[in-house]
């Protein structure tokens, strides 16, 4: 079998269904994974090449058993993207250890899990790695003790793949994005929050999750081939700005 495929997790809504989808556009089969089965079910819905697959990624057995079942169904594993993530905003003091096991369970152990369920197929393809992280990986910021720190841990995790996977023709790419304008994000952030971001953005505006994706098929792809090891922030500039603050950019 010679037509490529890719699965991604967290694939329900969002940067995960949009990554499906390209994917898709440009060939390949796609194996969409969450463990909201309902949501996967409607979002895989009408497309063509998608194979619908519930798994809790944080859940060893489910993720071993959901490895088996896209190898046998896709044929070959060419990209496997681990986008499946949780978040949780509060205080330091506030974060529960129950708290922060939920965050460390789904966006780092899910991404370990994964990825070493793959690795057998992966060799097979000389295949690609891509790991969601987030900005709050690169850069502190309050209210993300737990969110922050389980993303920073992606970022690293990526690096050791790619230095032990490269002597299989594995490549292990990182996308940290910025602020994207998901439906979670329309929710939680205020007019306020909205604004202090386009401030602090220097594209002035939050991404989409259609450009986060196009960055996740670009690093999967046969482009990409001599990059690994590498996390790309997708995020209009934010990292780059550090301490610099919005009203000095005037010059004034």
Not at 55 to 66: G, I, K, L, R, T
Not at 157 to 174: K, S, V, W
Request: aromatic fraction near 4%; include cysteine; charge should be negative.
């Amino acid at each position: 079998m010679t037509q490529k495929t890719a699965i991604v997790t967290g694939a329900a809504r969002g940067i995960g269904l949009a990554t499906a989808r390209q994917f898709l556009a440009e060939g390949r089969r796609v194996a969409m994974v969450d463990r909201d089965a309902e949501a996967l079910a409607e979002a895989a819905e009408g497309l063509e090449g998608a194979v619908p697959v519930p798994c809790d990624v944080s859940q060893p057995d489910q993720v071993a058993q959901m490895m088996e079942h896209c190898a046998r169904e896709l044929g070959r594993i060419d990209a496997l993207v681990n986008n499946a993530g949780v978040a949780d905003f509060g205080p330091i003091e506030d974060t529960t250890f129950a708290r922060w096991r939920r965050v460390m369970d789904t966006n780092l152990d899910g991404v370990f899990l994964c990825t070493q369920a793959a690795i057998p197929h992966l060799r097979a393809t000389r295949g690609a790695i891509v790991n969601i992280a987030s900005i709050s990986g690169l850069r502190a910021s309050t209210l993300r003790v737990a969110y922050g720190t389980s993303k920073a841990a992606v970022i690293h995790l990526t690096m050791q793949q790619a230095a032990e996977l490269g002597e299989y023709g594995i490549r292990a790419n990182c996308v940290a994005p910025g602020p994207v304008n998901t439906k979670l994000a329309l929710a939680v952030h205020t007019p306020e929050i909205r604004a202090a971001y386009h401030d602090a953005i220097p594209l002035n505006r939050y991404g989409s999750e259609d450009e986060i994706a196009s960055v996740i098929v670009f690093l999967c792809s046969d482009k990409a081939s001599y990059v690994t090891g590498q996390t790309i922030a997708s995020d209009g500039g934010f990292q780059s700005t550090g301490v610099g603050l919005p009203a000095l950019r005037t010059g004034q």
